[in-house]
């Protein structure tokens, strides 16, 4: 049974004019995204910026409300839970946030950023407190020396080791990583990576990884979903998406991934026309057809999201 189900999530940005704030349009921020976690497995969403893969996580986490659509865990619709079970439910879904440095209080030191989950979801002495969080520390490659520290005195991968051992803090099924490593360095980005893969082997934990760099991705899921305009449109096991892609958007993503190994041969990049249409007024149908090479008359009806193969999923007219 997956630990995470999201059945056909949507989340819509007013957009007011006039004197009474009149709701003229909507953003169509996320449109109808439908995928399913497993325990202790990774699943990375991929996509341009403003794609609409941020928003997707934090309305699974409901710090935005969805408009739409249905966030299952363990089978137990979040919409639906009252304020309690809602707040004890948060314990089992944490996030790693993209900036190391804004995501941390800079007013607490390190030991009182690590704490506060603990004092917030269970009934601890000061003692019991300060031994788990460096028991935390040191599990995420910290000294326990350091708790008395402030976020300024750490370097950006080490900040981020912050951060995942406050996720870490209320014991977490889910762990949604938005975009955890971009805004390190490479050689710390791998260092953050295996202590992510390490930590899930260790405690089964499940990750949603987005992420735009494919090759990361590559690295650490087991499934990979790809994102355009506020739609899923493929997704597929890790090796078959990156050995076998078939949307055309999937295809020329890939493209543009440069291999570092001088001696094999680079595929030349799909280049496509135009640029990523506004999720105020997205294209009817197929939101890539006007830049897909393929298009077709058909691309002007919205493609199903469905099961082609075992496991592999696609929202494309190509392949109806």
Known sequence: MPVLEVENLKKYYPVRKGFFQ??????KAVDGVSFFLNPGETLGLVGESGCGKTTVGRSVLRLTRPTGGKV?????????????????TRTSLQIIFQDPFSSLN???NVGQIIAEPLKN?????GKQTRHR???LMTRVGLRSTQMGRYPHEFSGGQRQRIGIARALAVNPDVIICDEAVSALDVSIQAQIINLLKDLQEELNLS??????DLSVVEYISHRVAVM??????????????YEKPLHPYTKALLSAVPIPDPLKCQEESIILPGDVPSPLDPPRGC?????????????QTRPVYREIEPDHFIACHLYT
């Open 22 to 27: 009149k709701t003229v349009n909507h953003v």
């Open 72 to 88: 299952l865990f363990k089978g137990e619709d979040l919409s639906k839970m009252n304020p309690e079970a809602l707040r004890m």
């Open 106 to 108: 800079p007013r607490m």
């Open 121 to 125: 979801f269970e009934h601890l002495s």
């Open 133 to 135: 969080v460096a028991d």
């Open 207 to 212: 990750y949603l990884f987005i992420a735009h």
């Open 228 to 241: 355009y305009l506020g739609r899923i449109v493929e997704s597929a096991p890790d090796r078959t998406l």
């Open 287 to 299: 939101t890539f057809h006007p830049r897909c090479p393929m298009a077709m008359e058909k691309c």
